[in-house]
């Protein structure tokens, strides 16, 4: 697609709202890492989701909202779950629709759909999701990004779908 | 503020880069808002304690002395979201 | 958390709302959808509109040949909206 064809996000300038707000705490990118490709064909593959969106297992532990560095920690929530066992705890971003259909933001019913379907190989045991307030990158690149790296490819995931909030 | 940002200003001793940090976490990145979020979690609690009701001072003091400063500083950023949100008043998108 | 998985060997894609993040963060491979933000899968009850743009994802994921490479499918803020609406009138909601 040319320059010209792309359509405008909703809301602009986030860049630019989020390094002044919070100078330092987003993280910039020079270079591209270089690109895994797929080994087998989709309908073989199995899929892990990982977000940013605050959702949880009802009861597990909340993610810390009110902490001024934020929260470093991730949980996994069980592929298998349905709306009604899972909640939203995080401040950044407008729930509005969530709160009618999670899967607006953490699309667990269509996920279940489509490996039920045979579409894609399957869904790993877990899903992963945790906060985007955090104003430690080194942290959050160095440790919660390969913790959840970790834990994905342990769970025999071929491919990954990300939802940053 | 990122961390570094925080920690240079400490080093510096940059309270004014340090209160409009917090209220800017108040704020959701407003710091107007974010002032206003601090006076109305106060407001709140004064509101609870008008008619002098009987309080748990001794979990108060058992706290005070027992828990460890990270503890209660963690606490302290809890009273505020926690007041707000019995306030009624509830300025953020998400939910605690 | 995207890069951390391409080079542990997982291909990836992702979504973004915020085109401008996405050009700094320059994430391996990405779909732009110009949403509102927190609902990047579209509008509630909306399971076609949400399947779509997860099998787009899914699809630009099998496709990019780049790293870097940044898919706009053709889809609308205003055409969602306006599709949710009449879902959630046709299911009795407000």
Redesign the interface.
Known sequence: MTETSKPNQLRLEVWNTVNERYPGSMISKEDFVPLSFLTKPLSESKLSFVSTSGVQPVGTMPFDTVHPIGDYTYREVPSNLKPHELEIHQLKYPTVGANQDINVIFPIERLQELAQEGVIGGLTDNFYSFIGYNMDPDKLEQKLAEDIADAVVKSGADIALLCPA | ??????KDAIKNGDNEKLIR??R??FG??NEEAGSKEINKSWIEALKLLLDSPETDREFIFETLENKDPETLA?LY??L??HLLKRSGEWI????? | MQRALERKGIPTVSLTVALDVTEHIKPPRSMFLPFMMGHHFGVPYHKELQREIILEALDHLVEAKESGEVKFPPFTWAKARKEGIAIKRSLGLK
């Not at chain 2, 953020?92 to 605690?96: F, M, Q, S």
């Open positions: 503020m990122s961390l570094p940002y925080l940090y917090v800017l976490h959701d990145g963690h950023f809890h505020h979201f953020h998108d998400g939910n605690l």
